[in-house]
């Protein structure tokens, strides 16, 4: 089960931070990934990291904005948004799979329901 949280409504230029809880897998062995879905459109790569925190990877429309972390303590990744633009409007969802380079859907074998993030102009 993963559980995603910290989402929100924030202005233009805000931040926020994403958290995604795993519990029923072995979050440590896990490649982490974030996508999210704007009204009307696909769904889309977001960022994401390798099993150990050593490698990220980030959809060029996020660069130098967000960063992606994780606690395998914890069972926890996060997604820290800075700098945030209308266009980062959308559902974001949390994913988990075994496959790296994670940037395409197929890659992950189980997702979490999503947490809205709203940024007003």
């Known amino acids: 089960q993963l559980v995603e949280s910290g989402g929100g409504l924030v202005q233009t230029g805000g931040s926020l931070s994403l958290s995604c809880t795993v519990s029923g897998r072995t979050f440590s062995r896990n490649v982490m990934g974030w996508f999210r879905q704007a009204p009307r459109k696909e769904r889309e790569f977001v960022a994401a990291?390798?099993?150990?925190?050593?490698?990220?990877d980030f959809a060029d429309s996020v660069k130098g904005r967000f960063t992606i972390s994780r606690d395998n303590a914890k069972n926890t990744v996060y997604l820290q948004m800075n700098s945030l633009k209308p266009e980062d409007t959308g559902v974001y969802y949390c994913?988990?799979?075994?496959?790296?380079?994670?940037?395409?859907?197929?890659?992950?074998?189980?997702w979490g329901q999503g947490t809205q993030v709203t940024v007003s102009s």
């Open positions: 990291i390798t099993w150990d925190g050593v490698g990220t």
């Open positions: 994913a988990g799979g075994s496959r790296w380079p994670a940037i395409g859907q197929s890659a992950y074998d189980y």
